[in-house]
């Protein structure tokens, strides 16, 4: 008997991932309601407790960007712009060069922004995206299944910002989404469904990679001890001829 029910196809999945949008991630308050939002729409039955823990996720939390603007009384300023005025060209000129030979002194001199490279989506953003696909709302869901996905997402890959064009890590990403869900690819047997993931799985390989080196280790180890007890013996054999 089957453990897992079939899910929507790998082909509609994976050019599903390839169209996540280029446009600015949803943070914050904005994507805590997204994530209510979809988790009501793929169990209709969830409750406000159930969805409680979602506030906790750190993408869901409203930062506070710390401002270095300083707040001055309206005398204050007043006294500060009428001292700023009072000075001649010849000494606002040596400010601003002494200014800038500090600045310069500490590479703090502004400098043209480079072009940044926007960073990828987590894991969480991507899964949000591919559960936004109607397939899955055919699928018998339950809100605890799909609250524990959400909130251990960024865990589940060796990397918490997945390549969605990388073929494998787009493969693993698709298939965790699946397995969290009770969910086996379309045409695919439960047992398929586990191998596949297996043989995608970056934390599996970073598991058996981690062995391999500690098992050397071991090894190096014991090399190392007995090559010293042969260094003593010998030395012991000297010492009594």
């Known amino acids: 008997m089957s453990e897992m029910q079939s899910g929507p196809s790998m082909h509609r999945l994976h050019q599903r991932l390839l ?38 996720l750190p993408l869901c939390q409203s930062g506070t960007v710390d401002s270095t603007v300083v707040d001055l009384d309206e005398a204050e ?3 500060l712009y009428q001292q700023y005025e009072n000075l001649d060209a010849a000494t606002l000129d040596a400010l601003e060069k002494q200014s ?8 703090l001199a502004p400098h043209q922004p480079l072009a940044e490279t926007p960073e990828l989506p987590s894991t969480l953003l991507q899964m949000v995206w ?14 605890s299944d799909l609250i524990s996905l959400l909130l251990t997402a960024d865990t589940l890959m060796a990397q918490t910002h997945p390549n969605r ?6 493969e693993e990403l698709i298939r965790l989404t699946l397995k969290g869900l009770r969910l086996k690819p379309q045409g695919e047997t439960d047992r398929e469904a586990r191998d596949r993931l297996l043989m995608v799985s970056s934390t599996e390989r970073a598991r058996v990679v981690a062995a391999s080196r500690a098992a050397e280790e071991r090894a190096e180890a014991i090399r190392q001890a007995l090559a010293e007890q042969r260094a003593r013996e010998a030395a012991d054999k000297y010492t009594r001829e």
């Open 165 to 170: 064009h990388d073929e494998d890590q787009r």
């Open 130 to 143: 591919l559960l936004a696909d109607d397939e899955f709302t055919e699928a018998t869901l339950f809100a």
């Open 100 to 107: 800038r030979t500090a600045l310069d002194q500490y590479d």
């Open 77 to 79: 300023f007043a006294r």
């Open 19 to 56: 169209a996540y949008p280029e446009s600015p991630s949803p943070q914050g308050l904005d994507l805590l309601a997204l994530l209510h939002d979809l988790v009501r729409r793929l169990d209709p039955e969830a409750t406000p407790d159930a969805l409680a823990p979602l506030a906790d």
